[in-house]
């Protein structure tokens, strides 16, 4: 079994807005649970820069928000977050025009959950709440067909577990965009739109204790769901094996492929 990652806020303790003139990949955290975790570790593990904005925290300058321009900015990761698209928070509306800009300048973005779900607003698609209520917990995810030929899903298993934790889904993509892979529930688990830019519904980059930490914080989504979070536990070390290997799989598939250009840590 892959070795699970360390606690939340791996990477919050060496990752500051950098201003040194290096290339860096910006990462939107919107909540101090949901970090990128195996993502991250990924990242870095082959040295890629990382430039991590704390959107939960109050904008300072030692905690920027989201960036005016792209200086410095060699990719962009927007992770999940209990919030919706369309919520009144500050930095919404301007993160989707950002995402939008950066998919305009054609900078590799990955979405995750919301941040999935921002890409897909921002680009002109369609988010809203799931018909038959939320999808919590442990299940399969499937690819469609036209993902075979595609670079960030080689060696990922035609269907395989994924970690699920959303009440809204993505009822149309972005025009032009392709659905890439599906759920029983969600008919858009993730999509590719244009050259570089990529949205997953599911949570790949969770190891075990963030699951746990999802499952245990009574979200009132998760009970909408009917989900009791003892039984999801034990489903999910179960399952964890193969969900930890994909979930590895698809991080050095991004890192390598996606971010191959990101700048390298330097010293």
């Given at each position: 079994m892959p070795a699970m990652l360390s606690s939340p806020g791996c990477c919050e303790s060496t990752d500051r807005p950098l201003r040194s003139g290096l290339m860096a990949i910006l990462i939107f955290q919107h909540t101090p649970t949901e970090h990128a975790g195996r993502l991250a570790l990924t990242l870095r593990d082959h040295a890629r820069r990382l430039d991590v904005r704390r959107l939960d925290l109050p904008e300072s300058r030692a905690n920027p928000h989201v960036p005016t321009d792209?200086?410095?900015?060699?990719?962009?990761?927007?992770?999940?977050?209990?919030?919706?698209?369309?919520?009144?928070?500050?930095?919404?509306?301007?993160?989707?025009?950002?995402?939008a800009a950066a998919h305009k300048r054609q900078l590799p973005i990955v979405g995750i959950c919301l941040g999935a779900q921002l890409i897909a607003k921002a680009l002109g698609g369609d988010v809203r709440p799931m018909a038959d209520g939320p999808e919590w917990g442990m299940a399969d995810v499937t690819q469609f067909p036209v993902a075979n030929t595609e670079t960030i899903l080689a060696g990922?298993?035609?269907?395989?577990?994924?970690?699920?934790?959303?009440?809204y889904e993505i009822t149309a993509p972005p025009p032009g965009a392709t659905v890439l892979q599906r759920s029983e529930r969600c008919k858009v688990q993730s999509f590719k739109a244009g050259l570089r830019t990529y949205g997953f519904q599911y949570?790949?980059?969770?190891?075990?204790?963030?699951?746990?930490?999802?499952?245990?914080?009574?979200?009132?989504?998760?009970?909408?769901?009917?989900l009791d979070p003892h039984n999801a536990m034990q489903e999910a070390r179960m399952q964890y094996e193969m969900f930890a290997r994909t979930s590895d799989r698809l991080c050095v598939n991004i890192t390598e492929c996606l971010f191959a250009r990101a700048g390298a840590l330097i010293g």
């Open positions: 792209f200086d410095d900015v060699d990719g962009i990761i927007s992770l999940g977050g209990p919030m919706n698209v369309g919520d009144d928070l500050p930095w919404m509306s301007r993160q989707m025009e950002f995402l990922i298993p035609w269907i395989a577990p994924q970690f699920h934790a959303h009440g949570h790949c980059e969770c190891d075990l204790a963030m699951i746990e930490d999802f499952l245990f914080a009574d979200d009132p989504q998760m009970a909408a769901a009917g």
